[in-house]
């Protein structure tokens, strides 16, 4: 005698379709750099343009981002981004530093401690 198992192929199939859907959200990340290596994103919104840091793209060894979380809303909660401009390094995907404005929404930190936290990152790396 046959039984029926189409009960557990269905559970089986939407076990596979979850474990699918946590390996395509854990390779994607949280990075917006799209790459495995060191990055440096600058979230800022268009009404602080005032108070942009002007110098990130002088950074070395990273390649560097920049978000507008007022043109992308949903950015600003998928980053925990809670004042503007906010610096975020990213190594391999995964936040490693984070710099943020002060209450009068600007950047504190300077180049140079932003620039040696990148090159402790990559120290450690070795």
């Not at 981002?65 to 981004?81: E, P």
Request: hydrophobic share 40%.
């Amino acid at each position: 005698m046959e039984k029926n198992h189409t009960s557990l192929k269905i559970f089986g199939g939407y076990l596979l379709i979850l474990l699918l859907m946590l390996i395509s959200s854990s390779a994607n990340g949280q990075s917006p750099c799209g790459g495995d290596g060191l990055c440096v994103v600058q979230f800022n919104a268009g009404f602080n343009e005032a108070n942009k840091v002007t110098w990130v793209g002088e950074l070395t060894d990273c390649s560097t981002n920049f978000i507008d979380i007022q043109t992308d809303a949903a950015a600003a909660g998928k980053y925990k981004i809670v004042v503007v401009p906010t610096l975020i390094i990213y190594n391999g995907g995964e936040e490693v530093g984070r710099f943020q404005a002060n209450i009068m929404m600007k950047m504190e930190a300077t180049k140079k401690e932003v620039q040696e936290k990148i090159d402790e990152i990559l120290m450690d790396s070795f």
